[in-house]
């Protein structure tokens, strides 16, 4: 299995199957080619939802911003996956969901030849490298389900002539909110990883925006589930478990399926009406504590 993602939108991901068909018949499967345009921090949070629910395959994302330039073409093993990118951070979050520790996440640059095209190597640099990996897995005896296990993959990539170690891949890392508890104890408050008194604020980031205008933030939703209600940068606002608990055209707070807190609108855009971008602050107050 080889997936698909990108920000290309139609016919560009046609052509990248074409190239791949040239090299295998392995099942290809899109996973989105509408991905935030030219935003591999935004791509690679939604790479990090959605990857670990597919079996062991070859996953193929180009989010590529720096097409052209120097900048290199990377292969990851997370596990018994392997990723297929540009070398911008884009592959790191989600090898880092699907291995089972960050220890099992390993990773090679591409030798690439003259592309055809400086603009489009998602057909002439990508496509073609998932294809030879995919083939190359293929060929691996002693599969399961049809999937080699990752010490099997490890050794396939590393046998590869037109793979190299690679030194320093460049990361992403999404930060972690700012947790603030009432000192229980006497001991400090802080960000409130040590106390276990009662959740004071949170000062969280703005992670992404999907299509319905959803604001998902990095604050965990154990942390705002279960309350009536939370001022989310001063304005007092819901805290819903369905979009229905509120009318239509109304505020609320809720948890994502992917786990955490959203700023988001009934039937509307949460982007609009809490006034928030990808990378804003954003900061949860219980609605009993005093503002």
């Known amino acids: 299995m080889i997936t698909l993602a990108s920000d290309f939108g139609s016919p560009y991901p046609a052509a990248m199957k074409g190239v791949i068909r040239r090299h295998t018949d392995a099942e290809l499967i899109d996973v989105a080619h509408d991905l935030p345009r030219g935003d591999p921090r935004a791509a690679a949070f939604w790479l990090r939802f959605v990857l670990p629910e597919f079996p062991p395959a070859v996953h193929c994302a180009v989010i590529d911003p720096g097409v052209g330039t120097d900048r290199d073409a990377l292969v990851v093993r997370a596990g018994a996956h392997v990723l297929v990118a540009p070398d911008n951070g884009l592959a790191m979050p989600p090898a880092r969901a699907l291995a089972d520790a960050e220890s099992d996440v390993e990773a090679w640059t591409v030798a690439v030849d003259d592309p055809a095209s400086e603009t489009f190597h998602g057909r002439d640099v990508f496509a073609p490298a998932a294809a030879r990996i995919r083939a190359a897995l293929d060929e691996v005896s002693g599969t399961s389900n049809g999937s080699p296990d990752a010490d099997a993959v490890a050794e396939t990539l590393s046998a590869m002539d037109d793979l190299a170690p690679a030194s ?23 960000d409130g990883e040590e106390s276990d008194g009662d959740l004071v604020a949170v000062d969280g980031e ?17 942390l705002i589930r279960g309350r009536d209600w939370v001022r989310v940068n001063g304005d007092l606002t819901p805290v819903a478990e369905t979009f229905g608990a509120v009318e239509p ?43």
């Open 249 to 291: 055209g109304e505020r609320l707070v809720t948890v994502g399926s992917h786990g955490y807190a959203e700023c988001d609108v009934n039937d509307g855009r949460g982007d609009g009406a809490f006034d928030l971008r990808p990378g804003d602050s954003v900061r949860f107050v219980p609605d009993s504590v005093s503002l």
């Open 206 to 222: 703005v992670l992404a925006i999907d299509r319905f205008g959803n604001v998902i933030t990095n604050v965990p939703g154990e």
């Open 168 to 190: 320093d891949p460049v990361d992403i890392r999404f930060t972690e909110p700012t947790v603030e508890r009432d000192d229980a104890d006497g001991g400090g408050g802080g």
